[in-house]
């Protein structure tokens, strides 16, 4: 759903990029491709918004953070006229138009602060969160309201984890509490372990997550959970059917960029499964070593990275087969998240 323009531009950029290997064919070997994979309804949304600001108010755009992990994708709207920074303090008083800078926050979300700075800042500000990171948010900005300390299951130094963390009002005299596995909650320590609550990143693995809320209902037997799970539904959809794949393959490339939390989960759960599998960026990290001996090649992609990969990554796969490649069925899925409503179409 991304505008024609940047279609473009990111099929030529990932043609341009193709590579040839040293590789020994595989006649006969056969392809698979997951259902579904690739972008979610959150990610789509977000480089939308980019793409749109551009298109309305011209560049220079400033993006905090990259709006979406995926290297190809950032690198696409940079190209068209993106600033990426780290931190707000990195955009000028004026763009080089003299104009307030317009500022976009990625779709992992941000934390009340720096919402706060934005608007102190007088920056004109499209929000790109997922709204299921927003729900999250809320979650905890209730749970602070209600006098419970938080305890947020996730990866520590992820912007999402971050931006989620920043949602508690610790002027209550309550905390928030990071936890990333079964050992954390074995030492964890809070001050009312009868008013406590739970949430989770977006984005991890089912199996991990919920062995960790297995373990925090085992010690603390009245806390509080969402009433919906907080991992997205594209999280679970990507992972079960990772799992159908790795069944039935032999090698499984997961496209995705190393620091995409859901690519790297895809990964995992394949390898935990016993089937060799490997996160590549594009079709120039395959190597040639990884296709010895293997016959039934799985393919998959992160919820951030574009389909124009994976169809490089399956071009070159039919090189060495000669063989269509074939979907495996899965969930549907139509999700659409709605615009801001001045960059609707």
């Given at each position: ?12 950029q990932a043609n341009s990029a193709v590579q040839q290997f040293e590789f020994t064919s595989t006649p006969g070997a056969e392809i698979k491709l997951a259902n579904p994979r690739g972008f979610c309804a959150g990610v789509d949304r977000a480089i939308d918004i980019v793409n749109r ?113 920043g949602q508690y009002n610790k002027s209550t005299g309550g905390d928030i509490y990071l936890v990333e596995s079964v050992g954390d909650v074995a030492t964890l320590q809070v001050k009312d372990p009868r008013k ?150």
């Open positions: 759903m991304t505008p024609d323009n940047t279609s473009q531009a990111t099929s030529t600001a551009l298109d309305v108010y011209g560049a220079p755009i400033f993006v905090r953070h990259e709006v979406v992990h995926n290297k190809f994708v950032v690198d696409t709207l940079r190209q068209r006229g993106a600033i990426f920074v780290d931190e707000l303090h990195d955009v000028p008083v004026v763009d080089i138009l003299g104009r307030k800078p317009i500022v976009i926050f990625s779709a992992h979300g941000v934390s009340q602060e720096v919402q706060r700075e934005a608007g102190e800042r007088g920056f004109n500000v499209f929000d790109a969160t997922c709204p299921l990171v927003t729900k999250v948010h809320l979650e905890v900005a209730r749970y602070s309201a209600e006098g419970r300390e938080c305890v947020l299951i996730g990866h520590a130094r992820h912007p999402e984890v971050e931006g989620t963390m406590l609550a739970y949430v989770t990143q977006t984005t991890l693995s089912m199996d991990d997550t919920a062995k960790v809320i297995d373990a925090l209902r085992e010690r603390f037997p009245d806390i509080e959970g969402p009433r919906k799970k907080d991992i997205c539904y594209a999280t679970q959809n990507r992972q079960d059917a990772v799992k159908q794949l790795a069944l039935e393959s032999d090698l499984l490339l997961v496209v995705g960029s190393p620091n995409s939390s859901n690519s790297n989960r895809l990964r995992e759960l394949a390898e935990r499964m016993g089937c060799e599998a490997y996160l590549i960026d594009r079709v120039d990290d395959l190597k040639p070593e990884w296709f010895v001996g293997k016959r039934r090649f799985g393919v998959t992609a992160g919820a951030s990275a574009p389909e124009v990969l994976v169809q490089q990554v399956v071009d070159r796969l039919q090189e060495l087969c000669g063989q269509a490649p074939k979907e495996v069925p899965g969930v549907e899925e139509n999700i659409v998240f709605r615009m801001p409503r001045e960059l609707a179409r």
